[in-house]
């Protein structure tokens, strides 16, 4: 029997093949560096990823009240592009994701911003996918990498290498895929209507009320082995996806595991010119001011309003401030200074090279016996995470991403690549270092209306749960600051006629 589940593995890697346009500075409404009145109130944000773009639209979403301008709403982005960790790389004149590269068919939030937005989503490669787990020695496994133009040919060999993965990991595949779908379907009480999903002032309160929090509290690793999983499997294929999608072991807290093995199912999309546009999108539709290569670097609280200062020297008065983005590797001085658990971000190299890899390195006679993907085991002395093929120009020009945890010296790359014509370096604080039991910030920093979005990426580093924490703290602001019963019109709170509920938050 040919379980399904090692099928839809094939797809879970096909992320690291999708191609993207180049990202564009996109300052939608760039205002000028002045304090922004008191009337309306202001809401400032920190950032302009994902997660501070969401809380934006979520805002204005919520707020569709006979007031047409409830409040003003301005973001702060250091950077000269919007989008953050979503962002591209132009290598030799071909653009792909540098960054936060899939998405989850699940992915609601993101599933309503490409509609939303008009974004169209990015056609799955149709070049044939093939895997091989690199001890640095040798493979300890690998899938065939026939390819042919001809649709049944491979599907034949998908087949076959549905089923060297079960001759290899067994029955244990559907005790993972289990496990995934039973957290997914927790993660997706988080879509609920308002009338049965309360505002989370805390991420303990937020995991807890969806079942999430307990997985938090051990590693994967041990969830994995009392639900009983081979130690092969967890040793090998999880520890592979783990070190891809986190750069960690399977000895990273429960939650952000099994998020980094929903990213194996089937279904796995991206948006068709880069994820960024997004963050692009949404900012552009909530109305909001962009400030662009506008650093904050302090934040105090002045009686009734916050004042941010930026690294430029520009002073902004805001109601209600909103930090989005990780306050690890930050620093941005609080007044009245703010207590949260120490952090430490997992750094991630992503290195793209222009070239052809060496077969010799990896004691084979053709390049066309490299895996598509090489994945590695957790072993310290492995230069790199995982290389992959993002884009094969001829038999003898690729473009490939390398991960690794290390930066990538030009004498190790010139160990496995024989040819080299460009090579890109991007060095990403890419997402929380995990460690069960986890501690979390909390969502108000301050018990007035300083709010902190990515508090939640201490569970999960993803879009779509930064998205999920935007859409909570939304909903904090409106209902602490604005203690408000205000129209809701969105599809969350709407009934199943489509009908608009009203609630209050
Ligand atoms: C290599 C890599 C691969 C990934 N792959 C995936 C994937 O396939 N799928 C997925 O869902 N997720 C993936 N992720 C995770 C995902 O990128 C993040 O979880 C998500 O994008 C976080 O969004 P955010 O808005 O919370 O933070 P960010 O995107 O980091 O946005 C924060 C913004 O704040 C700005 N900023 C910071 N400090 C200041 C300041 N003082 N003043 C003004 N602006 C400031 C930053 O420049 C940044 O633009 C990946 C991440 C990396 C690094």
């Not at 952090?343 to 053709?366: E, M, S, W």
């Not at 473009?399 to 890109?424: G, N």
Request: hydrophobic share 40%.
């Amino acid at each position: 029997m040919v379980s399904p589940l090692s099928l839809s593995f094939f797809t879970f890697f096909l992320f690291l093949f999708l191609s993207h346009p180049q990202a564009q500075a996109q300052s939608q409404s760039q205002s000028d560096p002045q304090s922004p009145t008191n009337d309306p109130p202001t809401i400032c944000i920190i950032g302009s990823g994902i997660g501070g773009s969401s809380v934006a639209h979520f805002l204005r979403l919520y707020s569709s009240s006979s007031n047409s301008n409830p409040f003003s709403i301005h973001i702060f982005e250091r950077n000269g592009v919007v989008g953050g960790r979503m962002a591209t790389v132009n290598v030799s004149g071909h653009t792909f994701e540098a960054g936060a590269s899939i998405l989850h068919p699940k992915n609601y939030h993101a599933v309503n911003y490409t509609e939303l937005l008009g974004l169209k989503n990015k056609d799955p490669s149709s070049d044939s996918f093939s895997l091989g787990i690199w001890d640095g020695q040798k493979f300890v496994f690998k899938t065939l990498s026939f390819s042919s133009n001809i649709p049944f040919v491979d599907k034949i060999v998908s087949l076959a290498n549905s089923l060297l993965m079960f001759l290899r990991y067994g029955f244990s595949l559907l005790k993972m895929q289990t496990f995934v779908e039973s957290t997914v379907n927790n993660f997706l009480k988080y879509y609920e209507r308002f009338e049965s999903r309360p505002v989370f002032e805390t991420v303990d309160e937020m995991l807890k009320w969806a079942g999430l929090y307990n997985l938090t509290t051990r590693t994967l690793q041990e969830e994995l082995i009392d639900v009983g999983l081979s130690p092969l499997l967890i040793k090998e294929l999880v520890t592979v996806i783990t070190r891809i999608n986190y750069g960690q072991s399977a000895s990273i807290s429960g939650l952000a595991g099994a998020v980094s093995l929903a990213g194996s199912g089937g279904g796995l999309w991206a948006i068709e010119g880069g994820n960024w546009q997004m963050a692009a999108g949404l900012i552009n539709s909530s109305d909001a001011a962009l400030h662009l290569h506008e650093e904050i670097d302090s934040v105090s609280y002045l009686g009734e309003y916050y004042e941010l200062n930026s690294t430029k020297g520009n002073s902004y008065k805001c109601e209600v401030a909103v930090v989005a983005t990780p306050l690890a590797e930050l620093n941005i001085q609080f007044t009245p200074p703010i207590s949260i658990p120490k952090r430490k971000l997992q750094h991630t190299h992503a290195t793209f090279v222009r070239g052809l890899l060496n077969p010799g390195y990896f004691g084979l006679d053709a390049v066309s016996e490299i895996p598509k993907l090489v994945a590695t085991l957790e072993d310290p002395d492995l230069p790199f995470t995982s290389i992959s093929v993002l884009k094969k120009h001829d038999e003898k020009d690729f473009t490939y991403k390398i991960f690794s945890r290390e930066p990538m010296a030009d004498i190790l790359l010139d160990s496995f690549f024989s040819v080299r014509q460009e090579t890109i370096r991007i060095d990403w604080g890419a997402y929380p270092h995990y460690n069960a039991p986890e501690e979390f910030a909390p969502f108000i920093l301050d018990d007035r209306n300083l709010y902190y979005v990515n508090a939640f990426e201490n569970a999960a580093s993803t879009m779509e749960t930064s998205a999920v924490a935007a859409e909570n703290i939304a909903r904090l602001i409106l209902s602490r600051f604005f203690s408000q019963v205000l129209l809701i019109s969105s599809n969350l709170g709407s009934n199943s006629d489509g009908e608009i509920l009203h609630v209050d938050l």
